[in-house]
């Protein structure tokens, strides 16, 4: 609701920028897309790495 009220405030200041934002938005969106599923990926190979690391000390510490 924040952003909205912000892009509201933008088109009464300077109408062609928000007109510019509220197109180039969904664009840049796509553009970010893959950054962010690489984040994702590489986040779950470091949970995976960091699990395994510390399953000999869960392992001594269920006996």
Known sequence: M???????LLFVLCWPLALLALV???LVWLFL???RIV??????A????????????RLLRAL
């Open 2 to 8: 924040v952003k909205f009220l912000l892009w509201c």
């Open 24 to 26: 180039l938005y969904p």
């Open 33 to 35: 897309l893959p950054f």
């Open 39 to 44: 984040g994702i990926a590489v986040g779950g």
């Open 46 to 57: 470091l949970e995976l790495v960091a699990a395994i690391i510390f399953l000999p000390a």
